[in-house]
């Protein structure tokens, strides 16, 4: 099993990934006070990683960090995970372990239009568990290679 992994080596900094390119997993671990700067700065470096691609699902891993996100942060994080650059098409599971942290994953979820695709879990183990079910499965509203970009008619009577 191939791992890439990048690690901020830096103090400050509290988010680090991991791609999995055998599983098309990407992780994303957050600790500590975690904003919008520390977010968006995880999530470019991950997009401009050579081993990564949308097609890849992932999982993000919120239980040791301190969310400080206002409302306004959030939408403009969605905005930023809707562009092109950083958009994914697989499925989304995050991990939550206080309520606070999932409230801002729910509007996250509804402002980038991901709710159909994405799950919150209280563990990691139920996150990867469920990432592990639906690994070879497409999320709704987008194809794979072998799905057929019209739908086939067939006559009936």
Not at 25 to 40: I, N, P, S, W
Request: aromatic share 12%; glycine share 8%; charged share 20%.
């Amino acid at each position: 099993m191939k791992f890439l992994t990048t690690d901020y080596s830096s103090l400050g900094s509290v988010g680090t990934y991991r791609i999995d390119a055998d599983r098309g997993v990407r992780f994303e671990e957050y600790r500590g006070r975690t904003g919008l700067a520390e977010l968006k700065s995880t999530i470019s470096a991950m997009a401009s990683d050579p081993c990564w691609t949308p097609g890849f699902h992932g999982l993000v891993d919120f239980s040791a960090a301190d969310l400080v996100l206002s409302a306004n942060d959030v939408l403009r994080l969605a905005l930023v995970l809707r562009h092109e650059q950083f958009r994914t098409n697989g499925w989304l599971a995050y991990v939550a372990t206080n309520s606070t942290t999932y409230g801002i994953i729910r509007m996250l979820g509804y402002w980038s239009r991901n709710t159909e695709r994405m799950r919150i879990f209280p563990s990691r183990a139920e996150a990867e568990a469920w990432l592990e079910l639906n690994r070879n499965q497409v999320p709704p509203g987008f194809l794979n290679e072998n799905t057929p970009a019209t739908p086939e008619f067939r006559n009936v009577g």
